[in-house]
């Protein structure tokens, strides 16, 4: 996946983030989404390790080792930012206090099924956030590429991999397309830059709806 | 009884885990972990068979990596093991038994320990494989977990302040499961970056109640 596909996958999904929200961005492609936003876009950063109001990458000067992201990179606080510890972190988490959950999945199902933690055959030893997160985000707007690096889809009829959670994925973003979840199955909703519908279903592991917004004619 | 929380040197205060301990370490990896603790852990005590609830094992030969190397750890209770490669290999090796939770049901888990609750339901983890040998209940519609409060023996967190009652301040994101982890144990010590003279703490600022910590020790 080049620099490119994946900056074209945040840029789209930026898109979907609206002033005031409380937003929590994942690793990968979501994490590319600060740099995209400008000052005014409003948001909220919450990571899970207890800060709301994340702020940009500290220069060497402002480098604190106590503060640091979900990722374990540093990161600063904005004015108005809060801290708190884990358990009231993952409450505004499942409580359904944050608006949107921005993460990377190895599989989406068609019903919305997110698999994003483990690979059969790959040691299962680390979950993090993820389930909780996409339970409990309000949105939930899934960045990924259309396929695997082997070409597999990534969007499939059935998860092969082990759940996150059944029927999570409010939104999916392709480097290709827009998907969205309605009557709990995904519907194509946008096609990106050249894409086509064909080359989407070529590209897609099961088949879907379409009903496309007038966006690109916009 | 004293009006002062006993100041001890690490090496006094760890000798209270014994071998077949459960023992919390607080930290989201090694932000926030009490490192001086860990250290007095690996060169001064010999207990071993020890259950380790944290959200990582360290890093490799940092924090309790260290710990890990000595092969003193019997099962590590943790949300990712992943972030460090060497405790993915014992568990694989079958060295050490692993328990993976979700960080939020982690979490809470903890919490409940320290609040007296028995168990909670949470949707987190519904027809995963992480829920299985869980019980699951469908409340409202929704498949939740039935998770049980997760105790220790002891716990170790770290502050960067207390003072001499052992009330406790955290910094920054240094907080995260430290405050839990000081309510859920039989015993409680806290490394601490400094201690002020009590009353030196502003009440509304204090995070963890003294009632909570036995013993303070000071980083190094």
Known sequence: MTDDVKSSIAIRAAQELRPGEIVNLGIGIPNLIPGLLGDTAGVFLHTENGLLGVGPRPGEEELDPDLID??????TALP???????????????GGHVDVAVLGALQVSVAG???????????????????????GARRVIVTMTATSSSGDPKIVDECTYPLTAHGAAD????EHAVFRLRDAALVLTELLGSATLEGVRAETGAPFDVDLEDSRAA | MTATKSTVQPEEAVAV?????TVMVGGFGL???????????????????LTIVSNNIGEPGRGLGKLLRQGRIKRGISSYFTSNPEAVAAVNAGEIEATLVPQGTFAEAIRAAGAGIAGFLTPVGAGTLLAEGKEELVVDGIPHVLERPIHADVALVYAARADEL???????TARNFNPLMATAARVTI???????????LDAESVHTPHLYVDELVLSR
């Open chain 1, 70 to 75: 979900a990722a374990k990179r540093p990161v």
């Open chain 1, 80 to 94: 108005g930012a809060a801290y708190f510890d884990s358990a009231q972190s993952f409450a505004m988490i499942r």
């Open chain 1, 113 to 135: 099924d997110i698999a994003n933690w483990a690979v059969p055959g790959k040691d299962v030893l680390g979950v993090g956030g993820a389930m909780d997160l996409v339970v």
């Open chain 1, 171 to 174: 939104v999916v973003v392709t």
């Open chain 2, 17 to 21: 885990i014994r071998s077949g301990d």
């Open chain 2, 31 to 49: 932000v926030g972990a009490p490192l001086t603790l860990i250290d007095a852990l690996v060169e001064h005590s010999d207990a071993d068979d």
């Open chain 2, 166 to 172: 052992g009330n406790l301040w955290y910094r920054r």
């Open chain 2, 190 to 200: 806290a490394e601490v970056g400094e201690i002020v003279r009590t009353g030196e």
